[in-house]
């Protein structure tokens, strides 16, 4: 059984730092890529960054660059989103994905974890 669970999320106060972590079990970690989306109220989901599986490159959305940085632990099966210099407007559930071959590919999604920055 596939499982995705995020942890790490809470308030923070803008400026403050969260690590976000997603521990993975029931498929082949280090063989996916995995991603970290995030959905704010009222808005669509948006990729925030994400991990390659093999080679471990990394990508961002422009919003986050300078900020996030992403991380895996395939010993460990888990996935870390550390998240600095928090601003009000990435207040949001974060998710965490497990993607395998290209588009459409497969997905897994967790649960979500949320994330709220506000003084």
């Known amino acids: 059984q596939v499982q995705l669970v995020e942890s790490g999320g809470g308030l923070v106060q803008p400026g403050g730092s969260l690590r976000l972590s997603c521990a993975a079990s029931g498929f082949t970690f280090s063989s996916w890529a995995m991603r970290w989306y995030r959905q704010a109220p009222g808005k669509e989901r948006e990729?925030?960054?994400?991990?390659?599986?093999?080679?471990?490159?990394?990508k961002y959305a422009d919003s986050v660059k300078g900020r996030f940085t992403i991380s895996r632990d395939n010993a460990k099966n888990t996935v870390y989103l550390q998240m600095n210099s928090l601003k009000p407007e990435d207040t949001a559930v974060y998710y965490c994905?497990?993607?395998?071959?290209?588009?459409?590919?497969?997905?897994?999604w967790g649960k979500g974890t949320l994330v709220t920055v506000s003084s």
């Open positions: 990729l925030v960054a994400g991990v390659t599986s093999v080679a471990g490159s990394r």
């Open positions: 994905n497990a993607h395998f071959g290209g588009s459409p590919g497969t997905d897994y």
